[in-house]
């Protein structure tokens, strides 16, 4: 919603997987929230620390809200939650509306459908969204890279 928790945890993690696979020429990423509540705020100090734990580095990212040349620049519109799923569909252009589903239908090991938000939590919360998010990045990278592989 905010753009200062599960989204740009999922950036940093996803930026990693992308530049270890050597595809950061490639593949652009980048997170927004659906909600102006914290636009140009660094990522939440827990989320930070969470992901420095893990090696993922999330200080140079900034709240940002979507907007709807995001629906044009972007291949995939990924939600955390239903929420702001229904929230981008709102506002999707209806051309454009089969960019959008779930980050975590990406999982192949987690059967939650949303990644819950850890704003009101403690910290395991912030691990439970790594874990989550760690898991269904890695499945995106290997949906993409499906899609690149040359077709007989």
Do not use: W
């Not at 940093?12 to 992308?18: M, P």
């Not at 999707?92 to 192949?108: A, G, N």
């Amino acid at each position: 919603m905010g753009n200062i928790c599960r989204s740009p945890t999922a950036e940093g993690v996803f930026r990693r997987l992308v530049r270890d696979a050597g595809l950061e020429r490639e593949i652009f990423i980048d997170s927004a929230g659906t909600h102006a509540y914290h636009i140009g705020s660094a990522p939440d100090k827990r989320a930070c620390a969470a992901a420095e734990k893990r090696g993922y580095d999330l200080s140079a990212l900034r709240g940002r809200q979507v907007s709807l040349q995001d629906f044009y620049a972007f291949d995939y519109i990924l939600a955390m939650d239903c929420d702001n799923l229904v929230n981008l569909q709102r506002i999707c252009p209806p051309d454009r509306v089969c960019k959008l589903s779930l980050f975590m239908e990406f999982s192949p090991g987690f059967r939650e459908r949303e990644v819950p938000d850890p704003y009101y939590g403690g910290a395991q919360g912030f691990e439970r969204v790594l874990d989550m998010v760690e898991d269904a990045a890695r499945g995106l990278l290997q949906t993409l890279a499906r899609e690149r592989e040359p077709r007989a």
